[in-house]
Each structure stands twice: as C-alpha cells, then as structure tokens.
C-alpha cells in the first residue's frame, strides 16, 4: 500500500495504491486498505490464468478507483461529467427501457448514476468498499459486483487478443438469445453483461438464478445450463472456480430466504 506514483498520472483526489498485475487500484483516503487489497486479490485472480489479458489491461491504461462508503459515483473527478443515458442507449434493460420517463428521464444526472451504480467496468472500472469487503451496507448483498464489473474488462482484452475466443463468446451469445437461455435475465442485455454474469456463476459469487425453476447457482449448474459460454469461460480462466478475498464465494447469503420463485427475472 502507497501514494499513487506519479507516473499513472493520477488526480489529486487519489491517495492510496496498489497494484493488481500492473493495473493500479486507487481510492481516496477514505477508503480503508483492507478494501484496495481485496479487490486487488479478486482482480489478480481473475487474470491469473491469462497473464496477456492482464498485459493488454495494462498496456491500454486500464486502473481501478474503489469508492468509500459515504463517496458517490460522480465524486470521482473522472466521472464528474457524466450524464444519464439516453432513451436509445442498448445497454438499458427491458424494465428500464419501459418506465424510462419515471427511473431515468425524471432524475438529474447526479442523482441517476448515484442510485443506479456502485461499480463500473471499463477503461476506468469502479468498485465500492462495501461490496469488495462484503459488508451489510452493499446494495448488492449476495453477489460480488466487483467481480462482474472486472469480468467486462476480461473481455474487452479477450477481444483484442484472442479473436478466436471472442467468437467463440459471440457464438454463444447468439446460441442463448435463440434458444431462450436466461430468458428475461440481465444476462441477455448484451454481449458483455452475458459474460459478466457467466463469470460471476463461474466463480461462484453471484445469486441465485432461477429460470422456469430450474436453479443456477454453482459453476456445475453453468456447466449443465449453459455449456458453450462454460467452455468459453474455461478458456479465460483455466480451472479456478475461487477468487481470493471475494466476500460471497459459495456464500449462503446467494440464496435469498423463502421458497425459491419460477424466475428471477425482474418483471416489469
């Protein structure tokens, strides 16, 4: 644990580093350091068996900003400017896309991103402390969105890498839509939040999903339900179903109390 060096460029706002196979994680002083190593544990894991992905992260400047607790989304400088999505943005899911005027077109900016995120992957990923250290205050309690948000950058460098996966991925995609594979589920949404998710089930710290009651729960049930995005996922991720520090790994907080429902979908 350090100062950021100065060599990243960092913004004045960061004050702790570590690193994750050369991607820097970042926080202000208010996040405690137990917080930047567990995400650092997660993000290692996640690259371990592809250290190329992990290159490629590196060498096109991807890092990561973990927020406190009491910090928002648009408190960090990079994020300042963002705007809600508009009505047209593909990555709104079906329930958004139908009550858009209430959850999105009625919210400033400011308010949108504070209530609908607490993490983002890309270029410039966020976590939050409460969800990398698990704690009762995480919006997300049952699953590890540090973990998904990190899986979108694992595939970003798949596809620049490794083209042959990245079809492979597609072709999967492509499978599930047509043959109604998470029907409904966030999974479908894109390309993208269909490996996030796989990769959640993958390394079991995602919650339970149900689909004509039929459970996915643990990497054998990815196995059986979805065999060709289990096949790609092995290909990213050798044989390794545990991330170090993940909070929820085979937790039984995955597993909502009370009977379980047909489907998990969110109705809308």
């Known amino acids: 644990m350090g100062s950021p060096p100065t060599d990243i460029g960092a913004e004045q706002f960061y004050k702790k580093y570590v690193s994750a196979r050369g991607i820097p994680i970042l926080s202000s002083d208010r996040v405690p350091d137990e917080a930047l190593l567990a995400a650092r544990d997660m993000a290692s894991g996640l690259l371990a068996y592809r ?17 406190a607790e009491e910090e928002a989304l648009l408190d ?3 994020k300042a400017h963002w705007s809600k999505p508009a009505r047209d943005d593909p990555r709104l899911t079906r329930c958004e896309l139908k009550h858009y005027d209430v959850r999105i077109g009625a919210l400033t900016d400011r308010a949108y991103w504070d209530a609908r995120a607490r993490g983002i ?3 410039r990923t966020v976590g939050s402390e409460e969800d990398v ?7 997300y309690w049952g699953e590890t969105i ?3 948000e990190m899986a979108h950058n694992v595939l970003f460098a798949i596809e620049a890498v490794d083209p042959a996966l990245y079809a492979e991925v597609v072709a999967a995609y492509a499978n599930a839509l047509a043959n ?14 269909y490996w996030a998710e796989g990769t959640q089930i993958w390394f079991n710290s995602n919650r339970r999903v149900m689909i004509d009651g039929r459970q996915i729960l643990n990497h054998p049930d990815l196995e059986a339900y979805d065999p060709k995005l289990y096949a790609a996922l092995a290909q990213a991720y ?9 909070p929820f790994w085979m937790r039984e907080a995955r597993v909502p109390p009370g009977p379980p429902p047909l489907n998990t979908a969110e109705e809308c």
Do not use: C, M
Not at 51 to 67: F, K, S, T
């Open 146 to 148: 540090f973990v998904h």
């Open 121 to 123: 992957g890309g270029k």
């Open 238 to 246: 050798g044989d390794n179903h545990r991330l170090k520090s993940d």
């Open 76 to 78: 960090l400088p990079e």
């Open 133 to 139: 250290l698990g704690l009762p205050s995480t919006r």
């Open 51 to 67: 250290p190329d992905l992990a290159d490629w992260l590196v060498g096109n400047d991807y890092r990561v900003a973990i927020i």
């Open 180 to 193: 109604d594979l998470w029907l409904n589920e966030y999974a479908t949404t894109t390309i993208q939040e």
